[in-house]
């Protein structure tokens, strides 16, 4: 109890010397007020859930740290939505899916996305080359003028790192 | 059993048996005996189980993605993009026009589909083995012809079916499948038309073997039409060339109650088209030019108490009591 009570102190602590200063660090990131508030936000939410040691000698390289990997994570999303929404404009009428589907689509792009982001290149292209355009392994090992067995290696790699990381 | 908790870590190692066993599914590879060895594998570990959970996972989560979606946002080009993407996101969302289909739908009918049609548009075709197709408004079909047999599959709206003798030399049936079971051509002209949830089917000439689903198989002759949902068969009622106007760009109508009349007259158009149910029990005769909607019903306002009331520029059409 007590534990809890002195954490969330130093939490308050953290947020109400450093907030500022991190608001202003993320506004120089990104230019605008509006996103580094959110992102600003976002990193101490992750502070307060992570249960981190707040109680650091150097909080703002802490800070930091978390922010950039919000940040990382944020430009990856920005990327994604915009590709995804010229797809979304290049697409027949007929064949563009209804308003409300559209989040649900966009959302599990975003999990598929954020699961694929570590591997290489070449290893994600083969995974989606499979698993979305469905091809088979011997075309796309002609496709991408790779052997085979360099395709299931391939395959094999990003289905283990997918399952280690679903939820 | 000590079952662990669903979310709880899974040994790398099993994970990775679960990984050669998806590269080796996805690889076409799976004999059947490699298919008990999946199977023993499966069952001799709650872990194990628990591993393929996890594949079945992500495998649902890829297999509900649209490639034409997911490809260029997914495989999309590394830049180093910032900013106005959010603004762009609302300003897009609205001005996308919304699918006449829900997603779901789109994804069974119209991915892939080899043909297809537009709202209000009609489209002959002429197939490899001489049959002739035509297809009606909003229809999207596929067509596989294999060495054993010449298959439609038709995914939506509805289509007129004129075989040729086949040449091949072994016989291949012809066949029609749709979401409710398939029909078999006994030499002949008919019309399939793929329902919510039902299929009808009119036969013109000669007769249409029928082969629900889950029901029993009957044959529909000459004259007469039907329809079906995947337990079986209902009741066949008279059917002549009214059935088939549509090829012609017309709805014939005797005494359709005007409800009816609105609902045929809307899968012409793209946007909605309603009925007051105050008018509903109308009953409307006569041949229109259903492909034509904008004459049809001002047709319908000259010869029946109702006026046709449009908004956002025709999308939204009502019909009311004069």
């Known amino acids: 109890m007590s534990t809890a009570n002195s954490h969330s102190r130093e939490i308050e602590a953290l947020y109400s010397d450093h907030h500022g200063w991190l608001?202003?660090?993320?506004r120089r990131k990104l230019g605008n007020s509006f996103d580094a508030a959110d992102l600003a936000q976002d990193t101490f939410a992750r502070v307060l859930a992570g249960r981190m040691p707040v109680s650091l000698a150097e909080p703002r390289a802490y800070l930091t740290t978390?922010?950039?990997?919000?940040?990382?994570?944020?430009?990856?999303?920005?990327?994604?939505?915009?590709?995804?929404?010229?797809?979304?404009?290049?697409?027949?009428?007929?064949?563009?899916?209804?308003?409300?589907?559209?989040?649900?689509?966009?959302?599990?792009?975003?999990?598929?996305?954020?699961?694929?982001d570590r591997l290489p290149p070449q290893v994600k292209r083969t995974f989606l080359l499979s698993q979305i355009e469905g091809m088979k392994y011997e075309d796309i090992a002609r496709a991408t003028d790779v052997l085979l067995i360099t395709?299931?290696?391939?395959?094999?790699?990003?289905?283990?790192?997918?399952?280690?990381?679903?939820? | 059993?000590?079952?662990?908790?669903?979310?709880?870590?899974?040994?790398?190692?099993?994970?990775?048996?679960?990984?050669?066993?998806?590269?080796?599914?996805?690889?076409?590879?799976?004999?059947?005996?490699?298919?008990?060895?999946?199977?023993?594998?499966?069952?001799?570990?709650?872990?194990?189980?628990?591993?393929?959970?996890?594949?079945?996972?992500?495998?649902?989560?890829?297999?509900?993605?649209?490639?034409?979606?997911?490809?260029?946002?997914?495989?999309?080009?590394?830049?180093?993009?910032?900013?106005?993407?959010?603004?762009?996101?609302?300003?897009?969302?609205a001005t996308v026009p919304a699918g006449w289909a829900a997603w779901q739908v789109a994804r069974h009918e119209g991915w892939t589909a080899d043909h297809r049609t537009r709202a209000g548009e009609r489209r002959d075709l002429r197939l490899a083995d001489g049959t002739r197709l035509v297809l009606n408004t909003a229809t999207a079909i596929d067509v596989r012809f294999d060495p054993r047999q010449r298959l439609i599959h038709l995914r939506a709206g509805?289509?007129?079916?004129?075989?040729?003798?086949?040449?091949?030399?072994?016989?291949?049936?012809?066949?029609?499948?749709?979401?409710?079971?398939?029909?078999?051509?006994?030499?002949?002209?008919?019309?399939?038309?793929?329902?919510?949830?039902?299929?009808?089917?009119?036969?013109?000439?000669?007769?249409?073997?029928?082969?629900?689903?889950?029901?029993?198989?009957?044959?529909?002759?000459?004259?007469?039409?039907?329809?079906?949902?995947?337990?079986?068969?209902?009741a066949a009622t008279p059917a002549d060339e009214a059935a088939v106007a549509w090829t012609r760009g017309m709805l014939l109508a005797d005494r359709m109650r005007l409800a009816d009349f609105v609902a045929e007259?809307?899968?012409?158009?793209?946007?909605?088209?309603?009925?007051?149910?105050?008018?509903?029990?109308?009953?409307?005769?006569?041949?229109?030019?259903?492909?034509?909607?904008?004459?049809?019903?001002?047709?319908?306002?000259a010869t029946y108490p109702v006026r046709v009331a449009a908004r956002a520029g025709g999308y939204w059409i009502t019909v009311v009591p004069r």
């Open chain 1, 23 to 26: 608001h202003a660090w993320l």
């Open chain 1, 66 to 116: 978390v922010a950039k990997g919000i940040l990382v994570n944020w430009y990856r999303r920005q990327a994604l939505e915009r590709a995804y929404l010229e797809a979304l404009a290049a697409l027949p009428e007929p064949q563009a899916p209804a308003p409300e589907q559209r989040c649900l689509i966009l959302e599990t792009l975003h999990e598929i996305d954020a699961l694929l």
């Open chain 1, 151 to 167: 395709v299931k290696r391939h395959m094999k790699q990003a289905f283990s790192h997918c399952l280690a990381a679903i939820e």
């Open chain 2, 1 to 93: 059993m000590n079952r662990a908790a669903p979310g709880a870590p899974i040994d790398p190692r099993i994970l990775d048996q679960a990984s050669d066993w998806l590269v080796q599914w996805h690889g076409g590879g799976m004999t059947d005996e490699a298919r008990a060895a999946f199977q023993r594998w499966r069952q001799s570990d709650p872990e194990h189980d628990r591993a393929w959970a996890r594949a079945e996972l992500l495998m649902n989560k890829l297999g509900g993605l649209p490639p034409p979606l997911a490809m260029p946002s997914l495989d999309r080009p590394a830049r180093s993009g910032r900013r106005a993407a959010v603004a762009r996101l609302a300003m897009l969302l």
């Open chain 2, 158 to 234: 509805e289509i007129l079916v004129q075989t040729a003798p086949d040449t091949a030399p072994v016989r291949r049936p012809f066949l029609v499948g749709t979401g409710e079971g398939r029909m078999e051509a006994l030499g002949t002209r008919f019309s399939v038309r793929q329902d919510d949830g039902s299929t009808a089917v009119a036969v013109l000439e000669r007769a249409v073997r029928i082969e629900p689903r889950h029901g029993a198989p009957a044959v529909l002759e000459a004259g007469r039409r039907a329809s079906f949902t995947a337990a079986g068969l209902a």
């Open chain 2, 265 to 301: 007259l809307a899968r012409y158009r793209v946007g909605i088209v309603r009925c007051d149910p105050a008018i509903a029990d109308i009953p409307v005769s006569g041949a229109f030019p259903v492909a034509d909607t904008d004459r049809t019903l001002g047709m319908l306002a």
